[in-house]
């Protein structure tokens, strides 16, 4: 799959249709691929500003970018210096104020002094300060699976794969059905099996059938579409949630097929109490991304390191909270997980720790968050600690944008005005917006509310006026007709019509 921004689609007659390529991209993905060839031993700021001169050339960010995503995924990153970097930071920033640093000279003593300490050249030192930073990580290995036609195979697969992300129902028709109905076992996915006169239609049905839409239903979706592009003579037709929005998605062999290469597989966990908790976790529709054995912590200054069993990443801003889950195995191994956990520092670092243990208050000495748990991770304890860090990042987001919020689109939802902030809707739900009206999650401009009074009326049918708000940019129906003084009288089964309240 790609990231949502990455998503290229059309909406031409109320469609929802993933803009495919074919061989004209060809140039576009082999210059990409040489791009990252070219750049092994490089930083990842020079790879960067080599993709950014691509998109220029190329004139599309997305495709330039979609499959740069590919590729990232085949490549290696390491952090090269001479000292620790956390390390030479602290020693750094020690020395500097003890020297008090206001110009280039002090701030030269300061990293001389530094160096001192260390038992190194001061140059040393300033490499290492950043170079744990993504910007000025070292791209160490490239090594793609696919050539460039078959990434070209691989965009359009992770390209359909995205558009499935926000399905609420999938239907599909396929030569191997058997195989299907697995994947979806498997999947964790709700089915049934309906005859048409095309013959039998597996229907998986999404979460808005039982609540409300997870992530877990969506990346099902997205799985469950590379089992069916292997199979041969399928067809998937889908309804997209798109943003409010019911539209429709039809794909058929001619448009998806599975490049000759093995899939990355997803890690083993190491206990059940792990994977059960990563599999609940993954099923809540949160702002937090869960990632399995994120990069190494160091632990006393950088002589030993320890892998988290969890990351928690924010969504809407570089923040990351570790989560390791302690359980019982020997009382050596208990002793060495206590150490690891006293010697990490300058992290926030969540741990669950087996009641059995009675260590929680050890956990708690050494300024991390413990969750006692006896047989499973109760996901809602883990929930509560990140909805406090959520608090203060929502606080921090809000406190950094002006208390008026003027958006240039006459009409813009609230999750794309926060999308364009990069921060989440609750950042921006107290802000004022004078040039705009807010209706429902939407902000319109005074003179679209006009312009739809005098296109809208009574007695208008409610897909008449529906088309009419969706010209405008308006997807919540409701809200609007209520701001603009209708209600919809519902004609039975039949469909409803716009009246005055």
Same mark, same amino acid.
């Given at each position: 799959?790609?990231?949502?921004?990455?998503?290229?689609?059309?909406?031409?007659?109320?469609?929802?249709?993933?803009?495919?390529?074919?061989?004209?991209?060809?140039?576009?993905?082999?210059?990409?691929?040489?791009?990252?060839?070219?750049?092994?031993?490089?930083?990842?700021?020079?790879?960067?500003?080599?993709?950014?001169?691509?998109?220029?050339?190329?004139?599309?960010?997305?495709?330039?970018?979609?499959?740069?995503?590919?590729?990232?995924?085949?490549?290696?990153?390491?952090?090269?210096? /001479? *000292?620790?970097?956390?390390?030479? &930071?602290?020693?750094?920033?020690? @020395?500097?104020?003890?020297?008090? !640093? =206001?110009?280039? #000279?002090?701030?030269?003593?300061?990293?001389?002094?530094?160096?001192?300490?260390?038992?190194?050249?001061?140059?040393?030192?300033?490499?290492?300060?950043?170079?744990?930073?993504?910007?000025?990580?070292?791209?160490?290995?490239?090594?793609?699976?696919?050539?460039?036609?078959?990434?070209?195979?691989?965009?359009?697969?992770?390209?359909?794969?995205?558009?499935?992300?926000?399905?609420?129902?999938?239907?599909?028709?396929?030569?191997?059905?058997?195989?299907?109905?697995?994947?979806?076992?498997?999947?964790?996915?709700?089915?049934?099996?309906?005859?048409?006169?095309?013959?039998?239609?597996?229907?998986?049905?999404?979460?808005? /059938? *039982?609540?409300?839409?997870?992530? &877990?239903?969506?990346?099902?979706? @997205?799985?469950?579409?590379?089992? !069916? =592009?292997?199979? #041969?003579?399928?067809?998937?037709?889908?309804?997209?949630?798109?943003?409010?929005?019911?539209?429709?998605?039809?794909?058929?062999?001619?448009?998806?097929?599975?490049?000759?290469?093995?899939?990355?597989?997803?890690?083993?966990?190491?206990?059940?109490?792990?994977?059960?908790?990563?599999?609940?976790?993954?099923?809540?529709?949160?702002?937090?991304?869960?990632?399995?054995?994120?990069?190494?912590?160091a632990v006393d200054g950088g002589a030993r390191v320890m892998i988290p069993d969890f990351a928690f990443d924010y969504e809407y801003t570089d923040f990351r909270v570790y989560f390791e889950i302690m359980g019982f195995w020997t009382p050596d191994y208990v002793e060495k997980k206590l150490g690891q956990l006293a010697g990490v520092e300058d992290?926030?670092?969540?741990?669950?720790?087996?009641?059995?243990?009675?260590?929680?208050?050890?956990?708690?000495?050494?300024?991390?968050?413990?969750?006692?748990?006896?047989?499973?991770?109760?996901?809602?304890?883990v929930v509560d600690v990140l909805r406090e860090y959520e608090a203060d990042l929502v606080a921090d987001a809000s406190g950094d944008l002006p208390d008026e919020l003027t958006p240039d689109a006459d009409v813009i939802s609230l999750a794309d005005l926060a999308a364009d902030y990069a921060v989440s809707v609750d950042a921006i739900e107290d802000?004022?917006?004078?040039?705009?009206?807010?209706?429902?999650?939407?902000?319109?401009?005074?003179?679209?509310?006009?312009?739809?009074?005098?296109?809208?009326?009574?007695?208008?049918?409610?897909?008449?006026?529906?088309?009419?708000?969706?010209?405008?940019?308006?997807?919540?129906?409701?809200?609007?007709?209520?701001?603009?003084?209708?209600?919809?009288?519902?004609?039975?089964?039949?469909?409803?019509?716009?009246?005055?309240?």
């Open positions: 799959m790609l990231t949502k921004d990455l998503l290229r689609v059309s909406r031409t007659g109320g469609g929802y249709h993933p803009q495919f390529v074919g061989r004209e991209a060809e140039s576009v993905a082999s210059r990409v691929v040489e791009t990252y060839e070219s750049h092994v031993g490089d930083r990842r700021g020079a790879l960067e500003d080599a993709l950014t001169a691509l998109e220029t050339e190329a004139e599309s960010f997305k495709l330039v970018r979609g499959f740069a995503a590919l590729c990232d995924r085949e490549a290696e990153y390491e952090t090269r210096s /001479a *000292l620790p970097p956390e390390r030479a &930071r602290r020693v750094a920033f020690e @020395a500097a104020e003890t020297v008090g !640093v =206001a110009s280039e #000279d002090e701030r030269e003593q300061a990293l001389a002094a530094a160096a001192d300490r260390l038992g190194v050249d001061a140059s040393a030192v300033e490499t290492s300060l950043y170079a744990d930073r993504e910007v000025n990580q070292t791209l160490a290995a490239f090594e793609p699976r696919w050539t460039p036609d078959e990434l070209l195979t691989q965009y359009n697969l992770s390209l359909a794969q995205t558009a499935l992300f926000d399905a609420t129902e999938v239907r599909i028709r396929s030569a191997d059905p058997k195989a299907l109905v697995s994947a979806v076992k498997r999947l964790r996915l709700m089915y049934e099996v309906e005859q048409t006169p095309e013959g039998r239609e597996l229907v998986v049905t999404g979460p808005d /059938a *039982l609540f409300r839409r997870t992530r &877990r239903y969506g990346t099902g979706f @997205a799985r469950l579409l590379r089992t !069916v =592009a292997a199979t #041969d003579d399928w067809r998937l037709s889908a309804t997209i949630d798109d943003r409010g929005t019911e539209r429709d998605l039809v794909l058929t062999d001619a448009d998806v097929s599975v490049p000759g290469v093995e899939p990355v597989a997803e890690p083993a966990f190491d206990s059940g109490v792990e994977a059960d908790f990563a599999a609940r976790f993954r099923a809540l529709d949160l702002d937090w991304t869960l990632v399995r054995e994120p990069e190494p912590l992290v926030d670092l969540l741990v669950a720790v087996d009641e059995s243990l009675a260590a929680s208050d050890e956990i708690e000495a050494r300024d991390h968050r413990a969750i006692p748990y006896s047989g499973t991770v109760r996901v809602k304890d802000k004022s917006f004078p040039d705009h009206r807010r209706v429902g999650r939407t902000l319109v401009r005074p003179a679209v509310l006009d312009d739809l009074a005098d296109a809208i009326e009574p007695g208008m049918d409610l897909g008449e006026a529906e088309d009419v708000l969706a010209d405008h940019g308006i997807g919540d129906a409701s809200a609007a007709l209520s701001a603009l003084g209708y209600r919809v009288a519902w004609e039975g089964l039949s469909g409803g019509t716009v009246r005055e309240k």
